[in-house]
């Protein structure tokens, strides 16, 4: 049973076009993160979320929101999405109260910018 | 600061070969350690890990062994398949902030 679920698993913009990407996950994780991954570098994190406290990476441009109205769920908008913002999106969820637990990830939504 | 290197791909075997994908870190403290695998076009699967020194983690074939005297978690598989095909992230979960340090990933090619 997928645990962690992104939708779409394809997503096809258009240059400057809001688009939202969407997460959603049956393991009752406190954190909730998304990636950026281009061309199978390792994981770029962009923000997470511990409950509803949002953490954002210092490097994270300002095109890029996050919304988590519960705790299922979480959204990652891209306000004036650009040609260099294509690329895989992984959400992973985790909890931390249980000790050294592992990041669980969705299959990721392949972002296209035409 | 905290830091995961890997060997450089891609890594080229043919089929039953022994596979070994070397893994070092820096931390501070004691990590979790982790592999994950990601087949082509798919998130990243947790292949195996290991909570703390000395801890052998094993799935499907494949094993990783956290050294702490040598900050290492090699993987290794004895027999790989065409199916091993993927790319292989190294990395560790910085306790401080539950964030997870990733290597730089490895792609492995198995040829029949």
């Known amino acids: 049973d997928a645990m962690v679920i992104q939708n779409p698993r394809y997503q096809v913009t258009q240059f400057g076009k809001p688009v939202t990407l969407s997460c959603s996950q049956t393991l009752n994780h406190n954190v909730m993160y998304w990636y950026q991954q281009k061309s199978s570098q390792a994981p770029k994190l962009l923000f997470h979320?511990?409950?509803?406290?949002?953490?954002n990476e210092a490097d994270t441009p300002d095109n890029f929101q996050s919304r988590r109205p519960n705790t299922s769920f979480c959204f990652l908008d891209i306000r004036s999405p650009g040609l260099g913002d294509a690329a895989m999106y992984l959400c992973?969820?985790?909890?931390?109260?249980?000790?050294?637990?592992?990041?669980?990830f969705g299959q990721g939504t392949r972002l296209t910018v035409v | 600061g905290d830091s995961v290197t890997q060997m450089e791909g891609p890594v080229t075997l043919s089929e039953e070969a022994f596979l070994t994908i070397n893994c070092t870190y820096t931390?501070?403290?004691?990590?979790?350690l982790f592999w994950y695998v990601q087949y082509p076009g798919e998130g990243l699967q947790l292949l195996l890990k290991a909570t703390k020194a000395d801890d052998k983690g094993s799935n499907k074939g494949f094993e990783a062994t956290y050294r702490k005297e040598t900050t290492s978690f090699h993987l290794e598989k004895g027999s790989v398949q065409v199916s091993d095909s993927a790319v292989y992230f190294c990395?560790?979960?910085?306790?401080?902030?539950?964030?997870?340090?990733w290597g730089a990933g490895t792609k492995l090619i198995i040829k029949p």
């Open positions: 979320y511990y409950d509803k406290d949002f953490n």
């Open positions: 990395a560790l979960l910085r306790d401080s902030n539950y964030q997870l340090i």
């Open positions: 992973a969820t985790s909890n931390p109260l249980q000790v050294r637990t592992e990041a669980f």
């Open positions: 931390a501070t403290g004691y990590p979790s």
